[in-house]
């Protein structure tokens, strides 16, 4: 059946969401908290559009919405209160990868901060962060991009507690923090962040805020040498650029494989849209850790599970539109892709919406 833009599901096409790709360090890291109580890595996964397969290295790339499902997971199997905390206060500088080389070879907490502020997101961040200064307080500011919903807790707490410890590292004395602001409600394990922040901290706030004294920005950095600061950057620009590459072509690719009007086309038809030779195509999907037919499957995944939470077509109906050549191959497929059948994934859909 042919597809056009007309009858794609909602939100299926909308390429600067799919912009912000995330490291799967943090993911690796919940995964292993998890396991620890029992939880397995399908638990974990499961309606998430994701596999073991996905989340095999830190360096593993997921998109913005497959860790925010894996994290609100997280929180609603962990028995752990305050898990994002307890992650956080664990990580160590080499969890930060080259972004925490690069912070040892600043001169000033100043000059770190404004370091974080510019490749954060090679680091896994998942919040946009600023820094404001108003006479003599300093604010940082994080923004998530998009609603992180159920996950919003677990990723700030993991978040702030994690760039405390590494500005502290760093400084090698306390963070003089003023406050904490943080736009959710108070959650019952509360009395935890004055362990772990010891400041006064403001709940369902209007923004999330950690707010310290101005003249740490000025602090010293010992360990700090030019040589190594230049080399640092250079590599994490060229981190920042691989994860924005990578998104920019293998979203061009799905979006033309969305957008085809003869079904699912073959590498042929896309390399030719792209004005590339299809060995071409091949060499460069292969270059970022993927493969035509890992996308034409990643697009009937993403497809079927918007098909299913977003409309009320019969499963047979969705099936056909993706090509499969009854139900039962597709509940196979699917349940492959996700971990639960198309019919779970409809109710459990409809379970959180409403």
Avoid at 111 to 119: G, H, M, P, S, V
Avoid at 164 to 177: D, S, V
Avoid at 247 to 276: C, H, M
Wanted: aromatic residues 8%; hydrophobic residues 40%.
């Amino acid at each position: 059946m042919a597809r056009d833009q007309a009858s794609l599901p909602p939100g299926v096409v909308d390429a600067p969401q799919q912009t912000w790709m995330v490291p799967a360090i943090n993911v690796l890291l919940v995964r292993d908290m998890l396991k620890a109580e029992n939880v397995s890595e399908f638990e974990l996964l499961r309606g998430t559009g994701t596999s073991p397969r996905d989340i095999q290295s830190n360096d593993a790339l997921l998109t913005f919405d497959q860790v925010t499902s894996i994290m609100a997971n997280a929180a609603r199997l962990t028995r752990t209160p305050g898990l994002g905390l307890i992650i956080g206060s664990r990580e160590s500088l080499s969890d930060w990868g080259t972004l925490g080389y690069a912070l040892l070879s600043c001169t000033t907490i100043g000059e770190a901060i404004r370091t974080i502020l510019k490749f954060h997101q090679t680091a896994a961040s998942m919040v946009e962060i600023f820094l404001i200064q108003e006479g003599n307080l300093a604010i940082l500011d994080l923004c998530p991009p998009k609603p992180l919903h159920a996950a919003l807790p677990l990723i700030l707490e993991e978040h702030l507690v994690a760039t405390k410890k590494l500005l502290e590292l760093l400084a090698e004395r306390t963070l003089p923090i003023v406050q904490l602001n943080l736009g959710y409600d108070r959650p019952d394990y509360h009395r935890l962040y004055q362990r772990f922040f010891d400041c006064p901290v403001l709940f369902s706030s209007s923004r999330h805020q950690l707010i310290f004294d101005a003249s740490f920005l000025e602090q010293p950095i010992s360990r700090s040498n030019s040589f190594g600061a230049k080399l640092a950057q250079q590599v994490c620009n060229e981190q920042l650029a691989r994860q924005i590459h990578v998104t920019e072509f293998i979203t061009q690719v799905r979006n033309l494989i969305l957008l085809t009007g003869n079904d699912f086309p073959s590498a042929e038809q896309i390399a030719a849209k792209l004005n590339i030779s299809s060995r071409t195509l091949r060499n460069r999907l292969k270059h970022h850790g993927t493969s035509f037919q890992a996308l034409l499957d990643a697009t009937r995944k993403q497809l079927s599970c918007s098909y299913l939470s977003s409309t009320r077509l019969p499963i047979d109906d969705i099936a056909r539109l993706l090509n499969f050549s009854d139900r039962s191959n597709f509940r196979r497929a699917f349940k492959a892709w996700v971990g639960i059948t198309p019919g779970e994934y409809r109710q459990q859909q409809l379970h959180q919406q409403g």
